[in-house]
């Protein structure tokens, strides 16, 4: 199966430097964001895409409705693809950095997820997305999500992947083995 995963466009919590991992929230994509969702679904076309998986927060929900309208396939939402519970809910992403500077690997702050929880529940999303019929999907969620789909699917080890950037709606693919099990 080939996997085209992507970061949400650009939200008002991007702009204002703000954390945001609680789905009920209304934090929206901004113009630019739904700009750069166009053109991520201009990347998408004829990649033969069959199943959109989005992340409930809606700015992810908001960008896969913008691409499965752009290339015509049907967005399923999965509560596994949301972003990492960091903990910091509409307080600055520099102060959740600072609470997992001492171990990024394994500080949960205030009750939130580590990355490596964070990892075991994207890694389950992915054994049960291995096991899909479907040749083609795309992924639309977070940051974080990605360095995990990348570590994964590289065999990057967990503290190979903290740094990682990715860019909103930049298009990140590998081919996930069908059938198999994920080695996390």
Known sequence: M??????????????RGLCNDD???????TPLGREQAAGAAAALAGLGVEMICSSPLPRARETAAIVGAGIGAPVVVDARLADIRSGCEGRPV???QAAIARDPLRVRPRGGESLL??????????DWLAAQPHAAVALVAHE??????????????P???????????AVYSFQ???GQPLRM
């Open 2 to 15: 080939r996997v085209h995963a992507l970061r949400h466009g650009q939200s008002e919590y991007n702009l």
């Open 23 to 29: 789905p009920v929230l209304p934090v929206p994509l």
């Open 94 to 96: 520099a102060e959740y």
């Open 117 to 126: 929880d964070y990892r075991g529940r994207i890694s389950g999303f992915l």
């Open 144 to 157: 974080e999500t990605l360095r995990v789909f990348k570590g994964i699917a590289e065999g990057l080890p």
């Open 159 to 169: 503290e190979a992947t903290i740094d990682l950037a990715f860019g909103n709606c």
């Open 176 to 178: 996930l083995l069908t």
